[in-house]
């Protein structure tokens, strides 16, 4: 005899109308936190690998253990570089060496005003022109670069400070190190950690900070393969105390520091997701007890036990299914676009077909799972009993 028609599994889908809406409910939640979790983990490490460039080294301070927070090197080894490094890229006349200052600060919005004043932590960068030669991702969207007493802010600084991106609108003014910054342009570099930065004026900004150095020097090289030139100068000059390395290096370390908070967000939808399984092998085991007579009756029409089965996973199948997509759509259109704080950083989100692939697949993988314990069940159906319970 054939097996049972699908719809047949889903006619019984309308039979308990609240326990369906909760078990796809369920499938709702797994397939939106399977996506969320992935969009996340991938842009967390792809903005990272994106801020960094084959052909970028980054010169630090020997004692910074690789932190350009921590590091300090001398105002005039841009300079140097440009004189005693061959391999350096040339734009023109210019070459495209970027000394900088990186630092975390206190940020005020507005002009001074009366108490409570509250204050942003945010992550600002003093930068030369020749910035723009080494981060070619950086594209000025609005506005222009910053002169005298401005400053130009990426398109995620308000994410990553907590306020609303109008407040960093163009001639809008801000206060850092005592002293105030008119906006003059805004930003972008997609895929990178560079958007939540806010970048002033370097020789502004050391007169402010009282410092008479950079935080690290920035090399954009010819060729990859150049990149050995700026090694052995940092190993020449002693007298600098200086370091090289690649920016790609440089950006996969600070990735890995967030190892912990993949591994976390991970284990939450691994958590979400047995929860969700063992909900769905219950509903489904109840569902086989509840239906014990109408299921030996079909036996005795002749219907098999793996036709029975096979019923039963489509119901769990077709539930999953549904749940599962509104699930998809949910992440690609509320989670997409959304902006999320980390560190000293900010990161845009956007749900990809990579996200949406493995939410379908596991909210599918888990409604298949959860058949089990009602296929042992049918398999094991006393037929004869169950139809004289029914009698």
Known sequence: M??????YAIRNLARRPLRTILTGFASTLVALTTAGVAAFVHHLEGSFANAGDPHVGILLSRVSEGDVLRSTVSAATGDLVIADVPGVARIG????????IHMGTNLRLGRVAPAPDPFYLATVRGVTNQAFLVHDRV?????RPPGPGEVLVGRLA?????????ALAIGSVV????????????FRAPGTTLEAEIWAPLAELRGLTKRDDSSAVFVRMNQ???FSDLEVFARRRLDLELTAMPSLDYYRELADYFEPIRGLAWLMALLIGAAVLATGANTLAATVQDR?????????LGYSSGSLVRSLASESLVLAAGGGLLGLLSARFLVTGSAFR????ALEIEVGPVALLLGAASVLALAFLGTFPAALRVLRLPVASSLKESS
Do not use: W, Y
């Open 224 to 226: 990859p393969g150049d």
């Open 342 to 345: 980390i560190g000293m950083t």
């Open 93 to 100: 006349e210019v070459s495209a060496v970027s000394s900088e």
């Open 175 to 186: 206060r850092f190190e005592n002293s105030q910054f008119v906006v003059s342009g805004v």
């Open 139 to 143: 594209t000025i969207t609005a506005g």
């Open 158 to 166: 308000g994410e990553k400070m907590g306020t609303p991106s109008s």
């Open 292 to 300: 014990a007579s109408e299921l030996a009756t079909l036996r005795t």
């Open 2 to 7: 054939p097996g049972l028609p699908l719809d």
